[in-house]
């Protein structure tokens, strides 16, 4: 389900991704932007104020992990649903994610990256991306059912 043209759009945006500059950013962003999301993450100390959560190594250790599982996605784009099945139970059974938060993930993620592209983020680009969050994020639901 995906175009030539979006295909290349994704790829050579990950091209570009610093996994350990924008995992930290986006997950830093995610948790500052949206504080609930800190309940999840009840084991990694202090997150009492953006400086703290920028600096806390555990969340930047965190968004780099989560940034090399979406690299997985981008190398397995027609089968994104089959390499996200056991993580999915695993947010849905075990972590108790909120799926909502997926896409909030999704949309920070948009914004780390068209800051760190520029002009080189077209709006062919943001649509690929918006829509290559969007079927992560469904993915990564699945195990709710
Ligand atoms: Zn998540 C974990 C991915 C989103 C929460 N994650 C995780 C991991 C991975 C991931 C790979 C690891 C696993 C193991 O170890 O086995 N995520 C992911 C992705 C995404 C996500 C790809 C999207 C895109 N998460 C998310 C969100 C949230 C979360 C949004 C909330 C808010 N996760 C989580 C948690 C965990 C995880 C809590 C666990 C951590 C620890 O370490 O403890």
Not at 127 to 142: C, D, H, M, P, Q
Request: proline share 3%; charged share 20%; net charge positive.
């Amino acid at each position: 389900h995906w175009t030539s043209e979006e295909k290349a759009a994704i790829n050579s945006v990950w091209q570009k991704v610093d996994v350990e500059k924008e995992g930290p950013e986006t997950l830093s962003r995610v948790l500052i932007t949206y504080p609930w999301t800190q309940r999840y993450f009840a084991t990694f100390g202090n997150m009492s104020s953006p400086a703290a959560i920028i600096n806390n190594p555990k969340v930047s250790a965190h968004g780099k992990k989560v940034l090399c599982a979406l690299g997985e996605a981008v190398s397995h784009l027609d089968n994104i649903k089959g390499i996200y099945a056991k993580l999915s139970e695993l947010h849905a059974k075990t972590l108790y994610v909120d799926p909502y938060n997926f896409k909030l993930f999704g949309q920070v993620l948009v914004i780390v990256l068209a800051r760190r592209l520029g002009s080189a983020f077209t709006v062919e680009v943001q649509a690929a991306w918006e829509k290559f969050v969007a079927v992560v994020g469904a993915a990564l639901s699945k195990g709710y059912q």
